[in-house]
């Protein structure tokens, strides 16, 4: 498969390897000084690039009939603009917060323990989530989805960055900068008499890359918007 890299930073450089690994050749190598994208020899796109910059290149991916995946987080606010777009041009696109097999299982237990403590008030929730200080977003795309699915499986309505907010209907996120931390995820329900906690820690940002590549390989000659339980069939 020829693969575009939309993003050629950390992320672009491990995907770039492993792709090459299983036997998938490069297209593209696209940065901050890419002007034009040219998707004539192209079979799938991979974004991992800028919050500012994974709206234009998902559309460009679409526009071009080329299926594509994108890891960049901190944009979601365009997320159904890109649904309804790759809908109206019958294209393939699939978002994934995270795309380690590992952060996808913790997705699991997450919304069961979400489930199992909604009936039981005296647990009061919090997420951390750990990152190396080059992130430019927060909280995390993967610490969203967590809150997300919480809100989904629980009574709480909404998630705040704010410490001192006084709403106990959200979630509070804590986001911490650590030199190097490639991605740290932490769920905690504390009681008056005990704790329940839950963490998923990356040691490095492999499993990350292998997950984006096979998300590649498995979009490659589909259409519709998917995401990462079609990929890894968790739980089915
Ligand atoms: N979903 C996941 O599993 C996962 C895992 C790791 C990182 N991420 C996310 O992926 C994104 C990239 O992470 P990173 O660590 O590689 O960041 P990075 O800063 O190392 O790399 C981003 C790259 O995008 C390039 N870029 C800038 N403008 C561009 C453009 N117009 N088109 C294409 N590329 C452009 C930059 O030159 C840079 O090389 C972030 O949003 C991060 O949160 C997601
Ligand atoms: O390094 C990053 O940036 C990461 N971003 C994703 C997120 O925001 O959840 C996944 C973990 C690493």
Same mark, same amino acid.
């Given at each position: ?93 699939? $978002?994934? /917060? ?11 237990? #997450? *919304?069961?323990?979400?489930? @199992?403590? =909604? ?69 905690? $329900?504390? /009681? ?11 040691? #490095? *940002?492999?499993?990350?890359? @292998?997950? =984006? ?24």
């Amino acid at each position: 498969m020829r693969i575009a890299l939309l993003g050629y930073g950390k992320m672009g450089k491990i995907i770039e390897r492993v792709a090459l690994e299983r036997g998938h050749s490069i297209s593209i190598k696209a940065d901050s000084k890419t002007t034009t994208l040219d998707f004539s020899k192209t079979d799938v796109a991979i974004d991992f690039s800028l919050p500012s910059t994974a709206v234009s290149n998902i559309t460009s991916s679409i526009n071009a009939n080329v299926p594509v995946i994108s890891g960049t987080t901190g944009w979601l606010d365009k997320y159904d603009d890109i649904v309804e777009h790759c809908n109206r041009k019958n294209g393939a696109f699939l $978002y994934a /917060s995270n795309f380690s097999l590992g952060v996808n299982i913790f997705f699991e237990v #997450n *919304r069961v323990l979400a489930s @199992l403590i =909604a009936n039981y008030p005296d647990y009061k929730l919090n997420i951390e989530e750990i990152h190396h200080t080059q992130k430019l977003d927060a909280p995390s795309g993967t610490a969203i989805s967590l809150a997300e699915d919480i809100i989904k499986n629980s009574n709480y309505k909404n998630w705040t960055l704010d410490e001192d907010e006084d709403d106990s209907d959200a979630i509070k996120i804590e986001a911490k900068r650590i030199v190097d931390v490639p991605g740290t995820h932490i769920i905690n $329900y504390n /009681s008056e008499v005990d704790a329940i906690e839950i963490k998923h820690t990356a040691h #490095n *940002r492999e499993g990350f890359a @292998l997950g =984006a590549v096979i998300a590649a390989e498995w979009i490659a000659n589909k259409k519709g918007v998917f995401n990462m339980k079609d990929v890894l069939k968790i739980n089915e």
